[in-house]
């Protein structure tokens, strides 16, 4: 694994455990929550196998994918980054943006995944 990926998620993981530790367990009071809105508009743009969209109403907002799904996922991350939401809120978000594209494509966040564990006595 690239060192700088290594490096990337050990830093991602130390800012996870000083929020959990600062919010969770000494139950300091979380950063408020900006107001923002992912009912957005986008233009499209596809060039050599790669898309990527920029606000119609927010200027410099911008994200890029190799697919929808994958530009979805982007965009949602860039929209939070956009809004200034602090990290700990951004975390506990649930992801339901539906991006359309100008295109007529529309792009639905990924089914939640639940797992349960039966447990016989």
């Known amino acids: 694994m690239n060192m700088s990926i290594v490096k990337y998620k050990l830093i991602d993981l130390l800012l996870d455990l000083k929020d959990f530790v600062l919010f969770d367990i000494l139950r300091n009071r979380p950063p408020s929550l900006p107001p923002f809105k992912l009912d957005l508009q986008f233009k499209t743009h596809r060039d050599r196998g790669l898309i990527w969209v920029e606000s119609v ?33 951004a975390r506990k978000l649930p992801d339901t943006l539906t991006l359309k594209l100008d295109d007529g494509t529309v792009v639905y966040p990924p089914e939640p995944v639940f797992r349960a564990r039966l447990v016989t006595a």
């Open 57 to 89: 109403d927010y200027p410099g907002l911008i994200a890029s994918g190799e697919n929808e799904s994958e530009l979805r996922e982007a965009i949602f991350d860039s929209i939070l980054t956009y809004f200034d939401v602090p990290r700990y809120r």
